[in-house]
């Protein structure tokens, strides 16, 4: 087998299943800090919205994926406690790239014909039980083999280990650290119309760069929130989401950890240029496959645990040139109201912290013309937006017909999906 | 027996079947750098492996390597995770291009080796320290001792290496 015809063998979703699957139901719990639940009641919480969303009872759902780093509890119980029947689920084991590769798997198994509808969920008590960048116990446990290399050396948490890729960023291309901050000012205004974001005030480029430095060159503001939550996203075939009461998020094209050459324990050093990261490698699966480019995406929801997670991706995405995202995070076109918003919701920055399962509905909701802000619901039961993106206001974007997100694990490893209204 | 160390209030263990990691920081233990090289490729490589991934090969040799390059990135943490590092911030994690097949076997490729940035005795860099380097500055290796048989690398400050006038730092102090 040459390698042209490995290509030529891709299940790409450009021959088989581009358009054929969509995203039906989504549902999520509150964004706390302190849930005083169990990962197993926010589960079944988050998932009961998602049923309700997509008019769907338990015997309409046969098939569960959710992930974890083992903080969750996993599909069985879950399911057993809404009295799902499964023919199909599968616990992962994974982070912020795996929102987008489980809808994938999703649909495959879908299509295998192992089941019918799939829910997907990560619940997580992020702030009060696991916190990822906290300094309670989870930061002193013994450490064995590979991570001697380097947990010895106090390189543990996320912001520590990608640091040096954010920073060579800044050596290579000249960013700035008031460019990246956009990113937090872009977010926190469409926070400031979600009314169910935890951090819903307005920032400027001033308080990212003014507030106290975690580790250069993140700033406490540039670093997301971690809360307590569950997250639900309900996958099927687009024929079955058109019984549904709300529109389909039709899925054009997949990417699932794409990684880039050379990872490693120490995520992606040895390789290079470390200044790119996986998305460079994700972008050539999901606009051929979904037969769009950068310029045919409305929104995106790029995913942003840090401002510059999101500004590299959208930069390797190809959503401006190489070594240009920090022009483009600053230039106002992440904005509500600019020509393509990014993370519409206030993000993992501001809304809360759900390993990318948030950017998903977000996007779905801008693709229903849904977005949950303050704006009046009409007689139809349909919310009357005003587009007036003012602190409080609206925070539908106008028009939005095709979505882009982009999961991140690493900078080495990524996932991605497009999704398009309904063209019907 | 795995091997067990206490260092920084963390314990570090190294188990039996773990053969790359034990040859690796058993070698740093004689103050020996040394690097897994494919028969094959002839190529060197970091992390420990057990495989070249050039190759996929299996076999390798063990090779003394010299414990200079230049920095290529760092973190530089003010806000600490790990607890007996809140006494230690700021400190700095470098990631280090060794000399050794830097730009190989392609352009972007180096052999990048992490440590902390510490002193001649081995202790960790002063705030002032910190602020002499960066992109660009020319470090040597060290070793600190975890236990009998253990320890692991770090970096001080070539003294001896022509350095930049400037190295690249990150704007705000």
Redesign the interface.
């Known amino acids: 087998m040459t390698l042209s015809s490995v290509s030529d063998a891709d299940t790409s979703t450009e021959k088989f299943l581009r358009g054929k699957y969509a995203v039906c139901g989504i549902g999520e719990t509150t964004y706390r800090r302190g849930s005083e639940e169990s990962t197993r009641n926010l589960a079944t919480w988050a998932i009961g919205n998602a049923m309700k969303d997509a008019g769907m009872e338990a015997g309409d759902i046969d098939g569960m994926l959710d992930y974890s780093g083992n903080d969750s509890t996993f599909a069985p119980q879950v399911a057993n406690d809404l009295g799902i029947r499964l023919n199909f689920y599968m616990d992962v084991h994974g982070g912020g790239s795996s929102t987008e590769a489980l809808i994938g798997i999703a649909i495959g198994v879908i299509e295998a014909g192992m089941c019918k509808t799939v829910a997907i969920y990560r619940a997580m008590n992020g702030f009060s039980q696991v916190r990822i960048g906290g300094t309670g116990a989870r930061s002193a446990v013994p450490i064995a083999g590979d991570q001697i290399h380097h947990r010895a050396y106090g390189w543990q948490s996320a912001g520590q280990m990608f640091a040096p890729s954010f920073l060579r960023h800044m050596y290579d291309y000249g960013t700035t650290p008031e460019q990246v901050a956009a990113v937090k000012v872009a977010h926190s205004k469409h926070a400031s119309n979600n009314p169910k974001a935890y951090y819903k005030q307005r920032q400027t480029v001033q308080d990212v760069v003014n507030s106290r430095i975690i580790c250069k060159p993140l700033h406490l503001l540039d670093c997301c929130v971690e809360t307590d939550n569950a997250t639900c996203i309900i996958v099927t075939r687009l024929d079955r989401a058109r019984d549904c009461p709300n529109p389909p998020a039709v899925i054009q094209s997949v990417a699932g950890r794409v990684c880039k050459p050379r990872g490693d324990i120490h995520l992606h050093y040895q390789g290079g240029p470390i200044s790119t990261v996986a998305g460079h490698y994700a972008k050539d699966i999901i606009f051929p496959n979904a037969g769009m480019g950068p310029k045919d995406i409305d929104v995106t929801g790029s995913y942003d645990a840090f401002t510059f997670t999101a500004m590299l991706q959208l930069e390797d995405y190809g959503f401006c040139k190489k070594g240009e995202g920090g022009d483009y995070v600053s230039s106002g076109i992440i904005e509500l109201g600019g020509a393509r918003p990014n993370n519409t919701s206030g993000g993992h920055l501001c809304e809360g912290y759900t390993h990318g399962m948030s950017m998903v509905i977000e996007n779905t909701r801008q693709l229903r013309g849904a977005a949950d802000d303050s704006c009046p619901v009409g007689p139809d039961g349909k919310k009357q937006h005003t587009y007036d993106y003012a602190e409080g206001g609206c925070r539908q974007v106008k028009g939005a017909e095709v979505t882009c997100n982009m999961g991140w694990a690493h900078p080495g490893t990524g996932s991605a999906m497009i999704m398009a209204k309904d063209a019907r | 027996m795995p091997i067990k160390g206490e260092?920084?209030?963390?314990?570090?263990?190294?188990?039996d079947v773990?053969k790359e990691?034990r040859e690796f920081?058993g070698h740093c233990a004689k103050g020996d750098f040394r690097l897994q090289k494919g028969k094959e490729s002839g190529l060197l490589?970091?992390?420990?492996?057990t495989a070249c991934?050039w190759t996929g090969e299996r076999d390798y040799d063990w090779v003394s390597v010299e414990g200079k390059g230049t920095v290529?990135?760092?973190?530089?943490?003010?806000?600490?995770?790990?607890?007996a590092?809140k006494e230690?911030v700021p400190?700095m994690?470098l990631?280090v291009d060794l000399d050794a097949q830097k730009g190989a076997p392609t352009?972007?490729?180096?052999?990048?080796v992490?440590?902390?940035l510490v002193t001649t005795d081995g202790e960790f860099a002063s705030p002032e320290m910190i602020k002499s380097v960066g992109?660009g500055t020319r470090v040597k290796m060290v070793f600190t001792e975890i236990t009998d048989g253990f320890a692991?690398p770090h970096w001080m400050i070539d003294e001896d290496a022509d350095q930049p006038e400037s190295p690249?730092r990150?704007?705000?102090e």
């Not at chain 2, 352009?107 to 990048?112: I, P, S, V, Y």
Request: net charge negative; aromatic share 16%.
């Open positions: 260092y920084m209030g963390m314990m570090l263990t190294i188990d773990d990691n920081f490589r970091y992390p420990p492996t991934p290529h990135s760092y973190a530089e943490v003010h806000h600490p995770i790990q607890p590092f230690k400190y994690v990631v352009e972007h490729e180096a052999l990048r992490a440590g902390n992109i692991v690249w990150y704007p705000q």
